[in-house]
C-alpha cells in the first residue's frame, strides 16, 4: 500500500485560526492529552482531556 503524496493543499493546513484553537487546547493544560484527528490529509478535529490529580 503506498502512501498519499501531499499535495500544495496540505502543505498550508496549520492556518493562524487553527494554530490558535491548538494553543488554546493546551493553555493551562497540567495533566491530560490533546488529541488531533486526521481524515485525508486533513485535521478535523481536536480534543482535550484534562486529568484532575487529587492529594490524598
Known sequence: MSEP???ADHASA???A???QLSA???G???GSVEI???DGRIV???RREK???NG
Open 29 to 31: 493544560l497540567r495533566f
Open 5 to 7: 503524496t501531499p499535495s
Open 25 to 27: 487546547a493546551l493553555a
Open 37 to 39: 484527528t486526521v481524515h
Open 45 to 47: 478535529q481536536i480534543e
Open 52 to 54: 484532575v490529580r487529587l
Open 18 to 20: 487553527l494554530n490558535a
Open 14 to 16: 496549520l492556518t493562524p
